[in-house]
């Protein structure tokens, strides 16, 4: 999957978005593991972008995935270990995953 700044603009993200996507990749990135974890280290919201971004078969993927994450999660606070950045590699996974689905 290739996201472009003018994909932004059309499902209206925000002019802050919209810059911190330029400053970061340019005016357009492919979809991979790497730059899934660039996005989310500048700062990019990888949960607006499957909200906003992916097809119905790839909101499908995400979900799941999504589910798993949140079930760690939660497990994790009710046993006093979560791991934030556990889930926000999970977050990044996610996106991924259902990115790549075709």
Same mark, same amino acid.
């Given at each position: 999957m290739k996201i472009t700044v003018a994909m932004l603009k059309k499902v209206h993200a925000c002019p802050e978005g919209v810059a911190l996507f330029r400053k970061t990749f340019g005016e357009r990135v492919i979809v991979s593991m790497r730059n899934c974890t660039s996005a989310q280290a500048a700062g990019l919201d990888l949960e607006w972008a499957a909200y906003h971004l992916l097809s119905a078969k790839q909101w499908k993927v995400w979900l799941a995935e999504m589910n798993v994450a949140h079930d760690t999660f939660v497990k994790g606070i009710l046993k006093g270990t979560t791991d @934030?950045? &556990?889930?926000?590699?999970?977050?990044?996974?996610?996106?991924? @995953?259902? &990115?790549?689905?075709?």
């Open positions: @934030k950045e &556990a889930y926000s590699e999970a977050i990044v996974v996610a996106f991924y @995953k259902a &990115a790549s689905n075709r």
